[in-house]
């Protein structure tokens, strides 16, 4: 399931209640994102960083692998 940071907060409902595992292409965005997640009750298990061409992922764009 990839979910932008930008929507995020619209829809963040649509992920299951499991651990979840999150990539982000920075460290603002991963800080910003596992704030959000975890203040939701998410329970983050694990997260990495990725740096991908621009064309291949829009900045800002997180994944929440679901174990």
């Given at each position: 399931?990839?979910?932008?940071?930008?929507?995020?907060?619209?829809?963040?409902?649509?992920?299951?209640?499991?651990?979840?595992?999150?990539?982000?292409?920075?460290?603002?965005?991963?800080n910003?994102g596992?704030?959000?997640?975890?203040?939701?009750?998410?329970?983050?298990?694990?997260?990495?960083?990725?740096?991908?061409?621009?064309?291949?992922?829009?900045k800002?764009?997180?994944?929440?692998?679901?174990?």
């Open positions: 399931m990839n979910i932008p940071y930008a929507y995020l907060k619209r829809n963040y409902r649509e992920i299951p209640p499991v651990s979840i595992h999150v990539i982000a292409t920075d460290q603002l965005e991963l910003l596992l704030r959000y997640l975890r203040a939701k009750g998410f329970e983050v298990a694990s997260y990495s960083l990725t740096k991908r061409q621009w064309n291949q992922k829009q800002g764009e997180i994944c929440c692998g679901i174990r």
